[in-house]
């Protein structure tokens, strides 16, 4: 099982946008994949949770899920939201990353 912590304001957050998008008692996805300018980009999505993928997160019947090939690089991951005057949204927090973009949203591990 890999370790992700996420937050209280992003876990809200998730759920709103379940909630929304008519897709509660889905899982949230977390992967990784190649692109942007550091090489690796994160990638978000809701999906069934029961996939066979490993489970790292589970609070309330609330599912985060992530493929074997990414637990490795998302291992100890912190997903946080951020509502601010200069920051707004999902914020990914990753010790495995070596070097990130100034958007933070592409990685080199």
Do not use: W
């Not at 589970?58 to 690089?73: I, Y």
């Not at 939201?81 to 914020?91: A, E, P, R, T, W």
């Amino acid at each position: 099982m890999v370790h992700v912590d996420v937050t209280p304001a992003a876990y809200d957050q998730v759920l709103r946008i379940m909630q929304k998008d008519g897709k509660p008692g889905t899982a949230l996805r977390l992967f990784v994949q190649g692109g942007g300018c550091s090489g690796l980009t994160y990638g978000m999505t809701f999906d069934q949770p029961e996939t066979g993928d490993e489970i790292a997160y589970e609070k309330d019947g609330f599912k985060v899920v992530v493929d074997r090939s990414s637990a490795p690089l998302l291992e100890g991951l912190k997903v946080d939201y951020l509502l601010g005057l200069d920051q707004s949204g999902f914020k990914i927090f990753n010790p495995n990353a070596k070097a990130t973009c100034s958007c933070g949203k592409s990685f080199s591990a």
